[in-house]
T-cell receptor, first 113, second 110 residues
């Protein structure tokens, strides 16, 4: 049982480059989330998808876009990477928005130079 | 006021002692409360959930919730060096994403 799978695990980008972080869950969960984690800042919500076909902004959405491709997959895109986006990114999922026992992917460590 | 507040630590306890981790939250309508453990370089892992006032025990872990005081805690009995990690408190207000505290770093000294 894979749970939540993120790719890639590590990535180095140059300023201005674009990339997409992929996330897939096999738990038949309705809701999915993207967080970033920086030292001393805790987990901050970037975007979330309450259910297939919907997405909403979180606390720190600027510079990011998301796509809920289907029930399993939720991708995060950086259109023009900036050094301030250097962080560890986590994808998570929950059964729905009222049952929020969240399960996390293994994370993507992104460095923008 | 931050929505979910935790002492950043580090909290150092000797092996075999009880570690007490605390969390306060600001929104009185919060309904669900969670503790996650995160080892360095790893992703958060759910260890306890609590939904009603009182204590909930699971092995060496006890979660305590006091909604009147807007306070949730995690006790770890017989602490082991393998318990050394950052512990994240998370709160849900119902049909909204989880809000996380910044975490408390626990160090168990052998």
């Amino acid at each position: 049982n894979a749970g939540v799978t993120q790719t890639p695990k590590f990535q180095v980008l140059k300023t201005g480059q674009s990339m997409t972080l992929q996330c897939a869950q096999d738990m038949n969960h309705n809701s999915m989330y993207w967080y970033r984690q920086d030292p001393g800042m805790g987990l901050r919500l970037i975007y979330y998808s309450a259910s297939e076909g919907t997405t909403d902004k979180g606390e720190v959405p600027n510079g990011y876009n998301v796509s809920r491709l289907n029930k399993r997959e939720f991708s995060l895109r950086l259109e023009s990477a900036a050094p301030s986006q250097t962080s560890v990114y986590f994808c998570a999922s929950t059964r729905d928005m009222s049952n929020t026992e969240a399960f996390f992917g293994q994370g993507t460590r992104l460095t923008v130079v | 006021q931050k929505e979910v507040e935790q002492n950043s630590g580090p909290l150092s306890v000797p092996e075999g002692a009880i570690a007490s981790l605390n969390c306060t939250y600001s929104d009185r309508v919060s309904q669900s409360f969670f503790w996650y453990r995160q080892y360095s370089g790893k992703s958060p892992e759910l260890i306890m959930s609590i939904y009603s006032n009182g204590d909930k025990e699971d092995g060496r872990f006890t979660a305590q919730l006091n909604k009147a005081s807007q306070y949730v805690s995690l006790l770890i009995r017989d602490s082991q060096p393998s318990d050394s990690a950052t512990y994240l408190c998370a709160v849900n207000r119902g049909n909204t994403p989880l809000v996380f505290g910044k975490g408390t770093r626990l160090s168990v000294i052998a």
